[in-house]
């Protein structure tokens, strides 16, 4: 009566819970966040690492975690994910959505940065010269990142960092479906 149920991760991933279920990789064994060019259009998208890719299922949960208001249990699932997987973008993302949620903007800004940094450094390794379109939702994590670093760094005095982020946000996708250009406007009127 009263007990705090277990933790939900911990009975999911426990031994006896799951025999034969994938452990996380060692970190130096993850990969990095790529990018391809589409065979069906003048676009490109990014492609998450392949232990990223593995854990669809647990970054599907999360959401899950976060929708019924489980920010804690999330948070703890995230930080999980990225002990096997470093790479993962999507969960610095959403640990970045969490810190900003509790005005934790040092936080939120090192995980908006890293995600952005890893989809920023698989641009410049492939060369890419096309679009890199928010509407393909492989692109998405990155583009969102972005305007929330953009947000943080303004909030924290560095529009000079967050014109950088701008800059290549807008020429992965011209048509700025985020209004990440905005931000800067709106920081500009307000300064």
């Known amino acids: 009566m009263g007990s705090k149920p277990p933790n939900r991760r911990k009975r999911r991933r426990g ?46 949960e999360v959401r899950s975690m976060l929708e019924a208001g489980e920010a804690q249990i999330a948070r703890d ?22 810190a900003l949620s509790e005005n934790d903007l040092p936080l939120a800004r090192g995980h908006f940065g890293y995600a952005y940094r890893l989809g920023a450094e698989a641009l410049r390794r492939a060369e890419v010269s096309g679009p890199l379109p928010y509407r393909l939702e492989a692109n998405q994590s990155f583009l969102e990142s972005a305007k929330a670093l953009t947000y943080c760094l303004l909030q924290l005095q560095k529009p000079e960092m967050a014109a950088e982020i701008v800059e290549l946000a807008l020429r992965c996708d011209s048509s700025d479906p985020l209004a990440i250009a905005a931000l800067m406007r709106t920081d500009a009127a307000e300064g």
Do not use: F, M, Y
């Open 15 to 60: 031994p006896a819970a799951k025999p034969n279920a994938k452990q996380p990789q060692a970190p130096s064994a993850t990969g990095t966040v790529t990018v391809r060019r589409r065979q069906d259009e003048d676009a490109w998208e990014l492609v998450p690492p392949r232990c990223a890719r593995d854990r669809a299922e647990d970054l599907q």
């Open 77 to 98: 699932e995230c930080r999980w994910l990225l002990e096997g997987c470093s790479d993962c973008l999507e969960a610095h993302r959403i640990l970045g959505e969490i």
